[in-house]
Each structure stands twice: as C-alpha cells, then as structure tokens.
C-alpha cells in the first residue's frame, strides 16, 4: 500500500517528483490492482487492421490472462469477444487464420463470427437450452490508425474522446496505410512499467546509446508534449545536423511530413501499454504483453507504408530497419534488468526524477489515479 508521504512525492510538480515506490513494480497485490483498476478498464491495443483484412480473417490475442478473438465480419466491421467457450471454459481458438464459424475443439459447440450462438451437440435433453447469451461474450473494440483496441468495460469512454490532440500530431504519418513487414519477439522478465518508462525518456541516450542515438539525437535536445489526464505521451527527439547524414537518412521518408516531422523522432504511448517509435521513414510498434508482475513478451514490429513495403526494395527495407531497432532493444536489455534487480533489493527506494523524465511523469499521474480508485491506498 502507497502511504501518504510516498503519495506526495509522486504528485509533486516535475521538478520536485520521486518516481513510483519500489512496491509498485515488486508487488503481485499491485499487479493484481492494475488488472481491476487498468487492464481490465482501459483500451488496450491488439492487432493491426490489416492483418484481418477479409470476411472472416481472425486472430487470437490477449489481455493479460483474457483470451480474446478479433474478427472481420462479413460487414467489413471488426468484432472482439471472448475466446472462452460458456460451455466448459475451453478456448475456443488459439491461432490466427480465416473462418465461417468458430467451433470449440473440446465438445464441438458453434458460434457465429459475431460470437452468437450457433449449435451444440447432445444438447436435445437438456431444458431451456440454449440459455440467453449462451454465445461467446463480446467485448468492446475501436480502431485508431490502423490499430485495434479492446476494452473489457462496457461502460469506459470512447478511445477516441480521449486522444485529442494527438489526433493532429500524427495525422501526417499516415499510420492508417502502414502494414507490418518483420516483426521480433522478446521474453521480458521484469515488470511491465520498467520497459514503458524506458521507452518514454531520451535521459538514457547518454547511457546505453551514447554511440548508438546520441549522436544523432541529442538527449538534452528531448522535450514532451502530452495529456495527463487523457493517458498519452508524445517524446520528441529532434534529429542532430550530424545525424541527418546518417544512414537511416537514406531511407524513402514518409510523404506529407512537415519540415518538423522530417527532422525529428517520437516516441508516444497511450497509457498503460501502446507505445510505437515514428521516424520520417518507418514505424515501430513496440506491443507489450504483461502476464504477471514479474514478467511479459515483448514484440518489436517495423511498419512501412503499403505501396513501399510491396516495392522491390520494401522486403530490404524491412529486414534492415528491423535489424537497426533489434540492436537498439538489445541495448535497452541491460537497463531494464538493472532497475529490475535494483527495484528487488531491500535498500532501493524512490529516486528523483529529471526534467528529461517528464513522461514518466505524466505516466505516473496517470497510474496513481487509477490506483487509487482501488481500496487500501
């Protein structure tokens, strides 16, 4: 539990602020909170669109312990709901493919592609049968540049009510027409929120980038522009004179892009876990997948826009980006199991947080308030 001393030194303006108490990482009770509080509340981002691109395509995803389906339907229109069968809690898929109808492997029941309930086996005997909402349970779902969330509260404000003015930030990089060309998996043995505030602050280009990212992106150059009280963050990372001419300069850039835009990177995340780099070339999509306080998969995704990625050089392009992003990552390894030790040691404690580190900030705001809609903080 969060004392009131520990409360305040979270709240406090930026320059004054602590970062969050070690038991907000360590915790499985904390964990459990972000589940009912966060995970369970919020929209949480799954798949891209075009990976369901017809009648019928499916994938199966995930919120953290909550198997999920994401289906096109017939309509051209995205449905999610439960992959949980209401007969005996058997998962009904665990793939990604194309289907008519979903048919649970364990008694044979059928659903519809919107989840309703189509037929079961040896049911003839049994009265009242079949039972209202006897299909596969639906859950919210929106989309957002080519991104699709789900939200398991049926009651959470829109996704895009929320967004604002980020909508106008990212409106030039035409993320709608990106597609995903390579993609690479990582296994996270930390807790979630370690990874995500890495992410959000340029203050380590001096650290484990300082010859990888420094030179080209200055970390005292960094600023951030954001809402606290909508849940997203946007780091800017303007590009260095020396570092135009490198060679990710060389790369078609994305057209449309203002001057700005053409000179700088972002870093941006959508509270809890939507966090994706822009460049004036190529997008990444870090996905993040938690399972429990002290672990999560991490999927690192290069997205080009569709007409370069079906170019004769797109499948190059893919292949070197992704090879540029995996080391950067494997530079990041070591100041995420660092903290991850520190954080579990019995002398670590809140630490002071820079000016560079305002994302962390404004995700912490975010977080404490969420948390605190829970009893016993």
Known sequence: ?????????????????KTLPPEAYRSAAFFDRELQ????????????????????????VEVVAQPLIVV????????AMSSICPHRAMQVVTDHGNAANFSCPYHLWKFALDGGFVSAPHMDN??????????????????WQGFIFVNLDANAPSLQDRLGSLNEIMSEYRMTDLVVVASTEFDCPWNWKILVENFMEAYHHVGPHRKSIQPSHHASDSYVSG???????????????????????????????????????????????????????VTFWYELKPSAYNTMKLIIHTLLPAQMARSAEGSDIGTLVQSTIEKIHLEDIA????????????LSEQGR????????WQMNQ????????????
């Open 1 to 17: 539990m969060l004392t009131c001393l520990e409360i305040a030194s979270v709240t406090a303006p930026l320059s004054e602020a």
């Open 37 to 60: 509080t966060i995970f369970y509340k919020e929209w949480v981002c799954v798949a891209r669109e075009e990976q369901i691109p017809n009648a019928g395509d499916y994938r199966s």
């Open 72 to 79: 096109r339907q017939k309509d051209h229109s995205i449905h």
């Open 126 to 143: 049994v009265e009242n049968f079949p039972p209202l909402n006897c299909g596969l349970k639906a859950v919210r779902v929106e989309t």
């Open 227 to 281: 809402s606290v009280r909508n849940g997203w963050s946007v780091l800017h990372m303007p590009t260095t004179s020396h570092g135009k001419d490198d060679d990710s300069a060389s790369l078609p850039m994305i057209e449309g892009l203002t001057e700005k835009q053409q000179s700088e990177t972002l870093a941006s995340l959508i509270m809890p876990t939507f966090a994706w780099l822009n460049t004036p070339s």
């Open 335 to 346: 100041v995420n199991e660092g903290p991850w030790k520190g954080l579990n040691s019995p």
């Open 353 to 360: 947080l820079s000016q560079l580190e305002e994302a962390i």
């Open 366 to 377: 975010w977080w404490l308030k969420r948390i605190q809609d829970s009893d016993d903080v």
